[in-house]
């Protein structure tokens, strides 16, 4: 079945750095549309970026761009979110989402969350 | 603010039926096709309704979902207690070009 497993999260100080990453499973990773989503302490779940299935196409949402960055290795099938200049307000779990073919941005498949603290 | 409007929480006994609304504009909902999810409490979200209407396999057909120029509505029929939740519609928007969520209706069975 698919699996999606994220690592990568932890607690960090305000203007600093860190990568997530999302090992997949039990699927055609190299086919499938791949999205991270996160959710603040006691709030929504917001949309944070997506990365095409083969990697060269990428949208945001507006308050990471520029700072944030999706990537993808389809040989290791592995999701990938580089997160740079990190603000307190992007602390929250992340979410590894996988895009449902063919359906318009429907996610049908979520890994177990990472936490991202950031705080000084 | 979220761009997709529910109500923060709902309410229902055991057996009744409760619908959930999510409003958009013309950009959004009004464009492009309306997913919905259940997070209970504690786990990950998990999609309940693609394309406005469909249901994944093993999602129960007491959940359904319609969309009517730029809203969009769950219902769910039969309510049991296993599904008090947290439930979010989410859409596609072509201003913002990205996915934008609803905040989000915590569903509450008494």
């Known amino acids: 079945q698919v699996q999606l497993v994220e690592s990568g999260g932890g607690v960090v100080q305000p203007g600093r750095s860190l990568r997530l990453s999302c090992a997949a499973s039990g699927f055609t990773f190299r086919s499938d549309d791949m999205h991270w989503v996160r959710q603040a302490p006691g709030k929504g779940l917001e949309w944070v970026a997506f990365?095409?299935?083969?990697?060269?196409?990428?949208y945001y949402e507006d308050s990471v761009k520029g700072r944030f960055t999706i990537s993808r290795d389809n040989s290791k099938k592995k999701l990938y979110l580089e997160m740079n200049s990190l603000r307190v307000e992007d602390t929250a779990v992340y979410y590894c989402?996988?895009?449902?073919?063919?359906?318009?941005?429907?996610?049908?498949?979520w890994g177990q969350g990472t936490q991202v603290t950031v705080s000084s | 603010q979220s761009v997709l409007t529910q109500p923060p929480s709902v309410s229902g006994t055991p057996g009744q039926r409760v619908s959930i609304s999510c409003s958009g504009s013309r950009s959004n909902i009004g464009s492009n096709t309306v997913n919905w999810y259940q997070q209970l409490p504690g786990t990950a979200p998990k999609l309940l309704i693609y394309r406005n209407n469909q249901r994944p396999s093993g999602v129960p057909d007491r959940f359904s979902g319609s969309k009517s120029d730029t809203s969009a509505s769950l219902a769910i029929s039969g309510l049991q207690s296993e599904d008090e939740a947290d439930y979010y519609c989410a859409a596609w928007d072509d201003s913002l070009s990205g996915v934008t969520f609803g905040g989000g209706t915590r569903l509450t069975v008494l």
């Open positions: 989402v996988r895009g449902m073919s063919g359906t318009g941005w429907a996610f049908d498949s």
């Open positions: 990365i095409w299935s083969g990697g060269n196409y990428e």
